[in-house]
């Protein structure tokens, strides 16, 4: 709470200095705005210069353009003969160029065909040298066949020999690996031992150093636990006195604190009220500034689309020049409701915003004055001239009424109207003349909103301005009164807050002294318990260390002799190891003399197979030689033709040539003449061009400083609107009249970048801290009234919950007793209490004394024992507090079969009152069932359930044997 009294004497400094910033930023935007009005007005006038030297220069520009599109027409004239020139030119060279290829390839075959008729000689003298080749390798292939057949034969009976050597050395060597896998697995039996050995001693010296170190531990801690005895006896009286003094200064702060909530409430409450209205009133004013702003910009579209609209300028030009005897558009002489709106504007259409005129003089006035400005046209009706309609008979149409009974108006246009609206009427939501209808939806969307939203826009700004300004006049009046009932509040606030926070620091105190003193009482128990587990640990283990020191010295005794057997171990392996290297060594030699014979028969063998292949391949190659004879003497038949009539075609095509060249030159000479003609037409259309780009880039260069000037001078309107929201007529209407210069505007400036960072929502930040503050405190006391009413609901329900645990564990003792000695036929059973002394926290043990046996706990029990207890406990709450159902899982497994019994009349027992679900297999507790339910496996796989109602089943077995006596 202090920090917040600090936060808002903070904020309230940062609010009177926002209040002043924005003074100054209201001056500052008046300046702002009036400098960029008067840059505005110089971009214009500069735009409108320039604009003023572009017409001649558009002028020069439209005559050499249309120079420019005589000599195209003139150039593309000659420039499509001289295209279609071109392309018999290119025709003609195509077929030259198909004349030569063709030619070429003429001479190409006949060249191809000699070369090869030289390459058909060539292989007929290569195949004679082949067939002389082929007959003496076959010479030389046969006896060399034979000679490796007959060596092949002596080699093969050498190695049965070589391969005995070789097992007789594998066999030994095997005998000695045998013998060195007996010695390493001796070896690995007897380090296992050693290793168990080892580590059997320094678990032992371990656990004399942990025993040692916790004999000294236990000494240190019962050492300390006296000191701590004394301190916290001490400590605990001193605390006890302060708890007092405190309680009797919170009730002082109480009742003080309760006198100044008083008045800040009162305050308060005038605040929150007076706030809610100027809230209000500043949502309503924010609402009418959104609104003005719509209608403003809705008025400013329409007036902008009736300045497009010819007819809209011209009716109001004619209003707006006084000319006499001009009444106003017939649409604000006539008076017609809402409703009526749609059909009196389908019955008059355009004469609705007509001008009335007195006479026709006042409208042909009218018209010359537009001539003479030189805008718009306007429709007039003339008075004087209204046809006399005679008066009609009463109206009888059914479902029908006259639109000129819909319309109200001064009594010297009603001849006017007659005469317009004669014989017109509406019904069924249709309009209908003479020779005209109108119909369709109500619901119409115009595209000219300005003929009739123009009036109803600016009577709605007028009536926001109004209310406007009454919001203002009670806004300014309730200020005062605001800030007074502020003050009031925040002095007593102050005064609450400040008594609020000694009242919880001293409520505070008191919790975490009475904390303390809790504290220091439990440890002061806490210390007395810890002090004799210490002096009892001492004596345990001081007995302890006396066992461990005997065993350490027999694991010592064991580890020296293993030591002994290891070393005679390893000399045995030493020895064999030499063994096993040298007949390696000697097998290994006869192995690679074995592989080396192997190695030579292959080499034979597969010289062999190759001379063997070499033989067939000379006999095929030999049966070859005659067919190629022949092939090679058909080919050269076959060349000669082609070459004869190659060398025919040639002569022709050379003759079709020479002509075709002789026409190229003539199409070239007017291909020529037609060239130097354009060139000399483009060059006149290129000064024709040159003139147009030099008038083009001055016309650029105009424009660009036109639209530069109108683009700075639209950025000042953007900037207007975008920076200040305000459209340049509004600027000019509040601001144009500000005196100001850019020195006054750096001044402002400046001093707003002096004051440095403000915090311009700290007027409102301050006012919701001051809320908070309020909030938070009234927060604070119910937080401390909820605690107390906690702290009783905690007490009452702890009281509750001892006095109903205590009453149902006497009941349930009584009961397990009872039970106890039904279900072990004698003997004693006990509940106690660890904690007699405290129901929240304490713990229930079982101590039993099965018939023949001494009283213990239930964990030193066996299973059978454990069950039981167990089960005498499960009936005990039951008799108590009976259950609608139990579900049994195996209860019966570590039972015999007398036990059983007397589980299952337990069961019977309390089935009048208690449904028994029992899963088990034990045919004695099956036979206490009224149903029994199992699973079967009749398919492989599938698993089905069946029940047996065992009470039917044994009245159906009666009824039969009666039936079979009878």
Not at 703 to 727: F, P
Request: hydrophobic share 40%.
């Amino acid at each position: 709470m202090v920090l917040l009294n600090e936060q808002i004497t903070k904020l309230d400094n940062e609010a009177k200095k926002a209040r002043l910033q924005k003074k100054y930023r209201e001056e500052l935007t008046g300046a702002e705005i009036s400098l960029l009005l008067r840059e505005r007005e110089a971009f214009r006038s500069k735009g409108a210069e320039a604009a003023a030297r572009l017409a001649p220069v558009l002028k020069d520009l439209e005559e050499t353009t249309v120079a420019i599109t005589s000599l195209e027409a003139e150039a593309a004239a000659m420039s499509l003969t001289l295209t279609q020139k071109n392309e018999d030119y290119r025709l003609l060279r195509e077929a030259a160029t198909a004349v030569k290829f063709e030619k070429n390839n003429s001479e190409g075959r006949i060249i191809s065909n000699q070369e090869m008729l030289s390459e058909i000689a060539s292989s007929r003298a290569s195949l004679e040298t082949s067939e002389r080749l082929n007959a003496e390798k076959l010479s030389r292939a046969e006896p060399r066949l034979a000679e490796l057949n007959a060596r092949l034969g002596g080699e093969e009976g050498g190695i049965p020999a070589l391969q005995a050597d070789c097992d007789a050395a594998a066999s030994a060597l095997a005998g000695v690996e045998e013998e060195m896998r007996a010695a390493d697995s001796a070896a690995e039996g007897l380090a296992s031992q050693m290793n168990e050995a080892y580590t059997q001693e320094v678990e032992i010296s371990n656990a004399i150093a942990r025993t040692g170190s916790d004999i000294g531990h236990y000494r240190d801690t019962q050492a300390g636990l006296e000191l701590d005895i004394e301190e916290l006896t001490a400590a605990g009286a001193a605390i006890g006195a302060r708890v007092e003094e405190l309680k009797a200064r919170s009730a002082a702060l109480s009742a003080a604190l309760a006198a100044e909530n008083g008045k800040a409430a009162a305050a308060e409450a005038q605040v929150s009220s007076l706030s809610g209205r100027l809230s209000e009133i500043d949502a309503r004013q924010a609402a009418i500034r959104e609104e003005k702003a719509w209608d403003e910009s809705r008025l400013e579209a329409i007036l902008a689309q009736g300045e497009r609209d010819t007819y809209w300028v011209g009716i109001n030009g004619v209003l707006n020049a006084g000319i006499a005897g001009v009444r106003g558009t017939l649409r604000h002489l006539i008076a017609v409701k809402k409703e009526d709106l749609l059909s009196v504007e389908d019955a008059l259409g355009r004469f609705l915003d007509s001008v009335v005129c007195e006479n026709s003089a006042a409208a042909e006035e009218a018209i010359v004055y537009l001539k003479h400005i030189g805008k718009g046209r306007c429709r007039f009706l003339i008075l004087d001239r209204a046809p006399q309609v005679p008066e009609q008979s009463a109206w009888n149409a059914p479902n029908a009424a006259r639109v000129i009974d819909k319309i109200s108006c001064d009594a010297q246009y009603q001849p006017l109207l007659a005469g317009l609206l004669a014989g017109v009427y509406c019904s069924g939501g249709a309009v209908r003349g003479a020779f005209w209808i109108t119909g369709g939806v109500e619901q119409v969307a115009s595209n000219e909103p300005y003929w009739e939203e123009e009036g109803e826009l600016k009577t709605g700004l007028g009536r926001l301005d109004a209310e406007n300004a009454a919001l203002e006049t009670e806004k300014a009046a309730l200020l005062p009164v605001l800030e007074q009932a502020r003050a009031a509040a925040a002095v007593a606030g102050t005064a609450a807050a400040a008594l609020n926070v000694d009242f919880h620091k001293n409520e505070t105190e008191i919790a975490g002294t009475a904390g303390d003193l809790q504290v220091k009482r439990d440890r002061l128990a806490f210390a007395q318990a810890e002090k004799g587990k210490a002096e009892t640990s001492v004596k345990d283990a001081e007995a302890a260390l006396a066992v461990l020191n005997e065993k350490i010295s027999a694991a010592h005794a064991v580890s020296e002799a293993k030591k002994a057997e290891q070393a005679v171990l390893e000399e045995r392996k030493n020895a064999l190891h030499q063994d096993h290297a040298r007949l390696k060594e000697d097998l290994g030699s006869r192995k690679a003399n074995l592989e080396n014979y192997r190695r030579n028969i292959e080499a034979l063998r597969g010289e062999l197979a190759r001379t063997e292949g070499d033989l067939a391949a000379i006999h095929e190659e030999k049966s070859h030689f005659a067919g190629r004879r022949d092939e090679l003497a058909a080919r050269e038949t076959r060349l000669n033709g082609e070459i004869e009539g190659a060398r025919a075609r040639l002569a022709e095509l050379m003759h079709d040539l020479a002509e075709k060249e002789i026409i190229d030159r003539q199409f070239e000479d007017e291909i020529n003449e037609l060239r130097g003609n354009y060139g000399r037409l483009a060059q006149n259309l290129g000064d024709s061009r040159a003139l147009v780009s030099e008038n083009e880039k001055i016309k650029y260069q105009i424009e660009t400083e036109v639209a530069t000037l109108n683009a700075r001078a639209e950025e000042t309107e953007r900037r207007l609107a975008d920076e200040w929201s305000v459209q340049p007529q509004e600027a000019a209407e509040k601001y144009g009249a500000v005196e100001t210069d850019h020195e006054r505007v750096k001044f402002l400036r400046k001093r707003i970048e002096s004051m440095g960072p403000v915090n311009m929502t700290a007027p409102e930040e301050y006012e919701a801290l001051t809320q908070r503050y309020n909030f938070i405190n009234s927060q604070v006391e119910d937080l401390n009234r909820a605690k107390t009413d906690l702290r009783s609901a905690i007490n009452k329900i702890n009281d509750t919950t001892r006095e109903n645990f205590k009453i149902t564990f006497d009941k349930v003792r009584v009961y397990f007793k009872e039970i106890y000695s039904l279900l072990f036929n004698g003997g004693e059973a006990d509940l106690i209490l660890t904690l007699p002394d405290n129901l929240l926290e304490t713990g229930v043990e079982i101590l039993a004394h099965p018939p023949g046996k001494k009283l213990v706990s239930i964990s030193q029990l066996s299973g059978g024992e454990k069950a039981l207890t167990a089960l005498a406990l499960l009936f005990s709450f039951f008799r108590v507090n009976p259950s609608p159902f139990c579900v049994m899982d195996e209860a019966d497994a570590p039972l015999d079969e007398a036990n059983v019994e007397r589980f299952v009349r337990l069961i019977r027992e309390f089935s009048s009152t208690t449904q028994f679900i029992v899963i088990t297999h034990n045919k004695r507790t099956m036979e206490a069932a009224d149903v029994l339910y199992g699973v079967t496996m009749e398919e492989l796989g599938v698993s089905k359930l069946i029940s047996v109602d065992l009470k039917r089943a044994a009245s159906l077995a009666t009824q039969h044997q009666e039936a079979v006596g009878v």
